[in-house]
């Protein structure tokens, strides 16, 4: 399963046009060699489609924790090891971080998955949220390798309404899925690193 979820991940990077910004926040300093690492073992080293150099910089996210956004993680039971919050965005856009903690022998994801998929299921349901959903997660794994840094998407509600209709499953990779994860805007970072999606 992680090494489907990190396939996924990577041919999500590779179908995407445009470049993102990875920013720090004051607690975390983003780890430029390890996005480098990380790159350059995906194949992607001159940056997703675009031909650029991979970014590890640049400025806070802009706008303040929208309503849309406090919904969305409000929505969501309380489960230990996932950690879930709003992240600030413009007023036309939902964000929402994930971050799942666990050992080297749990299944990555079990947590996460089907939150994400409940996140994806409300957000189509209701135009009110907004006209973007961003969603940034990251599985931290403890005594062992954890592969796959930070990573965020970035969908439109027609994206987003599109995988409702197609239909969303609680946790399995189906094409439905597989042609959901194709079509956001992506970026890498170090746990607790975001966009600046006001740009």
């Known amino acids: ?18 470049q993102s910004s990875i920013v720090t ?28 150099e991979v970014p590890t910089d640049g400025t806070a996210l802009v706008g303040p924790l929208e309503p849309s956004s406090l919904s969305l993680v409000a929505a969501l039971p309380s489960i230990r090891n996932l950690h879930v919050e709003a992240l600030h965005s413009p007023s036309d ?9 666990d050992h080297f022998t749990d299944r990555w994801g079990r947590l996460m998955i089907p939150a994400e998929r409940k996140i994806f299921v409300r957000f189509a349901a209701d135009p009110a949220l907004g006209d973007w959903l961003v969603v940034e997660d990251d599985v931290r ?25 197609c239909g969303i499953p609680p946790a399995v990779i189906d094409s439905c899925t597989q042609a959901f994860y194709a ?17």
């Open 25 to 52: 926040s004051q607690s975390d300093q983003v780890d430029g060699a390890r996005v480098a690492h990380m790159a350059a073992q995906s194949g992607l080293a001159s940056g997703p489609a675009t031909g650029t």
């Open 93 to 101: 856009t939902a964000a929402v971080s994930l971050r799942e903690d």
């Open 141 to 165: 794994v403890s005594k062992g390798p954890d592969p796959i840094p930070l990573t965020g998407y970035r969908w439109s509600r027609a994206d987003v309404e599109s995988y409702a209709r």
């Open 183 to 199: 079509t956001p805007e992506m970026w890498y970072g170090a746990a607790n690193s975001s966009r600046n999606l006001g740009a």
């Open 1 to 18: 399963m992680r090494r489907l979820l990190a396939l996924v991940l990577l041919a999500g990077a590779a179908c995407t046009h445009q």
